[in-house]
């Protein structure tokens, strides 16, 4: 990025950006006050901070999904429509089956590359039957073939009702994301709401 209007009297002068993830910075000189030496007396990068972060997946576009147990109050789309506990929308469950070795996922285009940090599970209304073992993968393709990475994986508490549950993580980097199920508290890997954060 380009910055100008650097003060020349000590003063200290701070920059705003979208978080990046890098290993290098360079900061390249391209003009002077008023000799012919330029100088720096100092350079602070600053991390980006978990509280700087928003909400990233609300509404964002579901490319794909295991399965589904309907095509309306149980769809994948409902899982980041920012809806809980409607008619129409009450959460994304998988289909009918085991409550543990299950693979039932669903994947998320969050349109950009997020710094992601952490993510919250909103159980439905009515029972504890919210997905219980998890691995939130991303990608940089959305291809999940192989080249994704694991951003997070665990165990998530029987919820009671519309309960949410957050899990933070060392943020990372994606763009496209799963978030995948292998068991349940139910018979249906089953999320009123998934919410990503990141910057
Ligand atoms: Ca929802």
């Given amino acids: ?22 290993t290098w910075v360079k900061f390249r000189i391209a003009g002077g006050s008023s000799t012919t030496n330029v100088g720096l007396a100092e350079i602070k990068v600053w991390q980006a901070s978990a509280s700087d972060a928003a909400l990233v997946s609300l509404n964002k576009t579901v490319t794909g999904y295991s399965s589904q147990y309907d095509s309306s109050g149980w769809k994948a789309t409902n899982i980041n429509d920012g809806i809980v506990n409607t008619t129409t929308s009450r959460g994304w469950a998988s289909a009918y089956g085991s409550s543990s070795g299950r693979n039932e996922w669903v994947n998320l285009d969050l349109g950009q590359t997020y710094l992601l940090s952490y993510f919250t599970i909103q159980n439905e209304n009515g029972s504890n039957r919210n997905v219980k073992d998890y691995v939130l993968y991303g990608s940089t393709t959305g291809a999940f073939a192989g080249e994704e990475f694991v951003i997070s994986s665990g ?27 292998t068991s349940s508290y139910s018979n249906y890997v089953l999320a009123g709401e998934l919410s990503l954060f990141g910057q």
């Fill in 1 to 22: 990025m380009t910055v100008s209007g650097i003060p020349n009297d000590g003063s200290p002068y701070t920059v705003s950006f979208p978080s990046r993830s890098v």
């Fill in 155 to 181: 165990t998530i508490p029987s919820l009671s009702n519309l309960a949410t549950y957050s899990i933070s993580f060392t943020p990372i980097s994606a763009r496209y994301v799963r978030f995948k199920g």
